[in-house]
C-alpha cells in the first residue's frame, strides 16, 4: 500500500464517520428529546421502532463519534506537522490554534443559526487547544494518559448514574421516622420532597409533557425555535460539555493520535494486525452495549433501577472497543485487492467531511423545523432511516461532483481561508 492510498484510506474512514453520525443525530433531528432514548414515551415496544432502537443503541450509538474523535485527533497531528514544515513551529503553533479558533465560531454558527444543540464542533475546538500539549507525546503515554482519563469518566459517570440511589436512600431513611414521636426535620422533608421531584421528572408521563412543548416549539416560527433552541445549546455548551463531552472527545482524539503515529489509522499495519484489533474490539464492546441495552429494557427506563442493578458505567469503554472494532475492520477491507473500488467511493466524502457535515445540519433544519418543511415528529423512528439513506447517497454523489471542478469544500475553503487570513485556492489545478 502506497502512501497516497494510505492518505486515502484515511479520508475513506473520515467519510464513513461523517455519514455515520447522522444515524444518530437524525434522531436529535426528527424525534423529541426524551422519545429518543425513552421507549416508554411512544410505546415503541414491538415491530420495526423497537429493533430500530435496538440495532442502532448496540452497534451504533457513539461509535461513528468515536471514530470522528479518533480521526479528528489524527488530523491534529497531520496539520501540525504540515505547518511547521512550511512554516515553522511557531508560525505552526499560531496556525493551528488559529484554526481552532475558526472552528470554535463554526460550532458557534451550527448551533445557533442553523439551530442544531447536538453540534460536535464547538467541543472539538475546545479539546483540540488541549491536545496541542501532549501530541508529541510517544503513542504508549498518549494511551497511558486516554486510559487513565477514560477511568476518570467512568467514575464520574457511574457516581451520577447513582443520583437516584442516593435519592431513594435518604427519603426512605426520612420515611422510616415515627412522625408520631419524632417530627421529620426540615432537611428529611426535603429528602422525600427531592425523591418525589425525581420520580415524577423521569416519568413517561412528564417526559411525555417535555416532548410536547418541544413539538410546540419545534414546529412554531423561526424566533420562537431560536429562543427554544438557544436554551437547550445554552446547556450543552456549557454543563453537559464540561460532564460529558469534553472528556469523551479529549481522551479519543488523544487516543487518534497514538493510532496515527503507530499506523494503524494509515494502513500500515498487517491483516493479521487489523483481524485481531477487529475481533479484540468487538469482543469487549459488545458485550458491554448488550448489557447496557438490555438492562433499559429489562428494568423499564427507570433511571433508579437501571443504577440499583448496574452500577457501574462502562459504556465508554465499550464505545471504544466498537469503534476499535469498525476501524479494524475497515481497515482490513481496505487491504484486499477488491475493495478498492469502496476507497474510491468514501474517499471524496471523507476529503468533504466538514462540508458534509454542517450540510446535515442545514438539511436537517430545513427538513424537520415548523418554518420549513415541518417533519418534525411525523416520521416513525425507523422511517427517519429512509431520510437518512436518501441524505447519503446525496452527500456520495455530491462530493463526487464538486471535487470534478473543485479542490475543496466550500466550508474547508472558508475555514482554510479564515485561518490564514486571505483567500485560498478553491479551483482545481490543471
Not at 261 to 268: A, I
Not at 344 to 361: E, H, K
Not at 404 to 427: C, D, M, N, V, Y
Amino acid at each position: 500500500m502506497n502512501n497516497s492510498h494510505r492518505i486515502q484510506s484515511l479520508d475513506a474512514l473520515r467519510g464513513i464517520a461523517v455519514l455515520g453520525i447522522f444515524l444518530m443525530n437524525i434522531l436529535w433531528f426528527g424525534m423529541p428529546e426524551q422519545a429518543v432514548e425513552d421507549l416508554r414515551v411512544r410505546g415503541e415496544f414491538s415491530g420495526p421502532n423497537y429493533w430500530s432502537w435496538w440495532i442502532i443503541d448496540v452497534f451504533f450509538h457513539g461509535t461513528m463519534r468515536g471514530m470522528f474523535s479518533l480521526l479528528f485527533g489524527a488530523s491534529a497531528v497531520l496539520i501540525l506537522e504540515q505547518y511547521t514544515k512550511k512554516s515553522g513551529a511557531d508560525n505552526a503553533a499560531e496556525l493551528y490554534f488559529r484554526r481552532l479558533i475558526v472552528l470554535f465560531v463554526f460550532g458557534l454558527v451550527n448551533t445557533y443559526i442553523l439551530l442544531w444543540p447536538g453540534d460536535i464542533l464547538y467541543t472539538y475546538a475546545l479539546a483540540g487547544m488541549f491536545i496541542f500539549a501532549f501530541y508529541r507525546m510517544p503513542a504508549k503515554r498518549l494511551l497511558i494518559m486516554a486510559g487513565i482519563v477514560m477511568v476518570l469518566f467512568s467514575i464520574k459517570q457511574s457516581w451520577s448514574r447513582q443520583k437516584p440511589v442516593r435519592l431513594k436512600a435518604a427519603a426512605d431513611a426520612a420515611w422510616a421516622i415515627d412522625t408520631t414521636v419524632t417530627p421529620l426535620t426540615s432537611l428529611q422533608q426535603a429528602d422525600i420532597e427531592t425523591w418525589n421531584s425525581f420520580e415524577h421528572e423521569h416519568s413517561a408521563e412528564h417526559k411525555r409533557a417535555v416532548d410536547n412543548d418541544q413539538i410546540t416549539f419545534t414546529h412554531s416560527d423561526f424566533w420562537t425555535f431560536f429562543f427554544y433552541s438557544a436554551s437547550i445549546s445554552y446547556y450543552v455548551e456549557t454543563e453537559f460539555i464540561y460532564n460529558f463531552f469534553f472528556l469523551d472527545a479529549f481522551s479519543f482524539m488523544l487516543i487518534g493520535i497514538a493510532l496515527y503515529r503507530t499506523g494503524v489509522l494509515t494502513g500500515k499495519r498487517t491483516k493479521r494486525f487489523y483481524v485481531l484489533l477487529s475481533m479484540c474490539g468487538y469482543a469487549i464492546g459488545f458485550p458491554i452495549y448488550y448489557l447496557a441495552t438490555s438492562a433499559k429494557v429489562n428494568y423499564g427506563f427507570d433511571a433508579y433501577l437501571i443504577a440499583l442493578h448496574q452500577p457501574l458505567v462502562l459504556e465508554q469503554f465499550g464505545r471504544l472497543g466498537l469503534t476499535l472494532g469498525n476501524i479494524g475492520l475497515l481497515s482490513l477491507l481496505f487491504q484486499l485487492p477488491f475493495s478498492s473500488w469502496l476507497v474510491t467511493l468514501l474517499q471524496p466524502v471523507g476529503r468533504l467531511a466538514f462540508t458534509n457535515y454542517l450540510m446535515q445540519s442545514i438539511i436537517g433544519l430545513f427538513l424537520f423545523s415548523g418554518f420549513a418543511f415541518g417533519l418534525f415528529n411525523k416520521l416513525q423512528r425507523y422511517e427517519l432511516y429512509y431520510v437518512v439513506a436518501a441524505i447519503w447517497v446525496f452527500q456520495l454523489v455530491f462530493s463526487h461532483v464538486w471535487l470534478k471542478f473543485f479542490a475543496i469544500g466550500p466550508f474547508e475553503w472558508l475555514w482554510r481561508s479564515a485561518t490564514h487570513g486571505k483567500w485560498q485556492r478553491f479551483e482545481r489545478a490543471h
